[in-house]
């Protein structure tokens, strides 16, 4: 198991950008593969990126392609999503998860808050 502390959400323009970090603790993380998903208000949680144990393979939902850069650090036990030019509708929380393989996903963290205005 891997603990995961997500950080970096808040309130921002559309247009403007914004940084997420999942920091872990435990487990192996260099084993894991990570991901970000996102829970709007009144919907179902989705799938946001994905990236591989090394990094070279990454994933991401067709709305926030070209937008949003996930990444990772795995001497630092780290990932990050890149988000860019945000808009309203990308307003939700943000959650990080590992896991042993792409779609499954066994620990998350906490979440953090992203609200783009307009």
């Known amino acids: 198991q891997v603990h995961l502390v997500e950080s970096g959400g808040g309130l921002v323009q559309a247009g403007g950008s914004l940084r997420l970090s999942c920091a872990a603790s435990?487990?192996?993380?260099?084993?894991?593969?990570m991901g970000w998903f996102r829970q709007a208000p009144g919907k179902e949680r989705e799938f946001v990126a994905a990236i591989s144990w090394g990094g070279l393979k990454t994933y991401a939902t067709m709305s926030v392609k070209d937008r949003f850069t996930i990444s990772r650090d795995n001497a630092k036990t780290t990932m990050w999503l890149q988000m860019n030019s945000l808009k309203p509708e990308d307003t939700a929380v943000y959650y990080c998860?590992?896991?042993?393989?792409?779609?499954?996903?066994?620990?998350w963290g906490q979440g953090t808050q992203v609200t783009v205005s307009s």
């Open positions: 435990g487990g192996t993380f260099s084993r894991y593969v």
């Open positions: 998860a590992g896991g042993a393989s792409m779609g499954k996903y066994d620990d």
